[in-house]
């Protein structure tokens, strides 16, 4: 059974960090594209960034470029979202997503696999 796990949501100050982690099991992610999107409460979910696991390329949503840094552990079939800097208007419920052969894409329709999601709210 395919299952990914996200953790690492939690509440924090404007300014400060956090460290997503998506923890995949059932397959390998030697094939896939990882994602992360998140989605506030009345707004549509948007793509964050996302990672080839064949190649290790990255790509970064405009708002959160230079913040945001996403990587990968494939032997602990692992991806993680280490946010700085982070803003009120980060506050989200955060998904990870798989996509089988790539390449990497925002389009969530492309995506094969979610996961539960985890709340990251920004305080003031």
């Known amino acids: 059974e395919v299952q990914l796990v996200e953790s690492g949501g939690g509440l924090v100050q404007a300014g400060g960090s956090l460290r997503l982690s998506c923890a995949a099991s059932g397959f390998t992610f030697d094939n896939y594209v990882i994602g992360w999107f998140r989605q506030a409460p009345g707004k549509e979910r948007e793509g964050v960034s996302c990672i080839s696991s064949s190649d290790g390329s990255t790509y970064y949503a405009d708002s959160v470029k230079g913040r945001f840094t996403i990587s990968s552990d494939n032997a602990k079939n692992t991806v993680y979202l280490q946010m700085n800097s982070l803003k009120p208007e980060d506050t989200a419920v955060y998904y990870c997503?798989?996509?089988?052969?790539?390449?990497?894409?925002?389009?969530?329709?492309?995506?094969?696999?979610w996961g539960q999601g985890t709340q990251v709210t920004v305080s003031l």
């Open positions: 997503a798989a996509e089988a052969l790539g390449p990497c894409s925002f389009d969530a329709d492309e995506y094969d696999y």
